[in-house]
């Protein structure tokens, strides 16, 4: 058990819907990543926040967002949905740096039908 | 550009063998850290083990083994007397200290994994 979690475990749309993704880093880490696994684009960084703030930025469209609470806890809203959003997100935590290890939680397996 | 190759898709062995996973990286900054990492049939990733770029000296952890060649750009993770238990993928990950554009800023750019399969 790494010591993050994401919720829910799975979540099963339909086209155009929106929905949230959650993720409360490890105890004591300020920094949050979501990461995007699909089978055609492998491991993908979205996005990182850092104490509340965007820190970086990756590979993350425009329908998609994100955002970390004062108690660090983190949404991934996804928008607009098509079928090639179906993936496997994973909220990953680092305790500041992005350099330091990420501890990543058991995913979010999303299917968009 | 940055770049993880991790070029065996699919390794299968007997177990008790030794097996050895590749990694070559690619990366202009000179302080940067790599990663291993297990994504297991269950899905999560379990972090295996964290090598700065200043340090290349081989690291071993029960039956695992770590070998960091900065001359090759490789970082080759090899397990010993394979289990049934270590079938799983396996992701090499490279993490940069400089910031963008030039450097990832630390977000880990992963290789698209190599799928080991121990047959009992």
């Known amino acids: 058990d790494s010591g993050v979690t994401q919720t829910p475990k799975h979540l099963i749309t339909a086209t155009g819907q929106r929905v949230t993704l959650r993720c409360s880093p490890r105890?004591?880490?300020?920094?949050v990543y979501w990461y995007q696994q699909s089978l055609d684009q492998g491991l993908q960084f979205l996005i990182q926040?850092?104490?509340?703030?965007?820190?970086a930025k990756g590979n993350i469209l425009e329908r998609f967002s994100a955002q970390q609470f004062p108690d660090l806890h983190s949404e991934l809203n996804l928008s607009s949905l098509e079928l090639g959003d179906s993936a496997l997100y994973f909220c990953a935590s680092s305790v500041e740096k992005s350099t330091d290890t990420q501890y990543f939680g058991p995913g979010t397996r999303l299917t968009v039908l | 550009a940055q770049k993880v190759t991790q070029a065996q898709t699919e390794i299968s062995v007997v177990e008790k063998e030794d097996v050895t996973l590749d990694c070559v990286y690619e990366t202009r900054d000179t302080t940067y850290y790599l990663f291993w990492y297990k994504q297991p049939p269950s899905g999560e990733l379990v972090f295996l083990i964290r090598?700065?770029?200043?340090?290349?000296q081989n690291e071993i952890s029960g039956r695992y083994s770590w070998n960091f060649q900065k001359s090759t750009s490789s970082f080759n993770f090899t397990i010993t007397a394979s289990q049934v238990v270590d079938s799983a993928v396996y992701f090499c990950?490279?993490?940069?200290?400089?910031?963008?554009?030039?450097?990832?800023?630390?977000?880990?750019?992963f290789g698209k994994g190599t799928k080991l399969s121990v047959k009992p």
């Open positions: 926040y850092y104490n509340g703030e965007e820190r």
């Open positions: 105890s004591g880490d300020l920094s």
């Open positions: 990950a490279l993490s940069e200290a400089g910031s963008p554009p030039g450097g990832s800023q630390g977000n880990l750019i």
């Open positions: 090598r700065n770029s200043f340090d290349e």
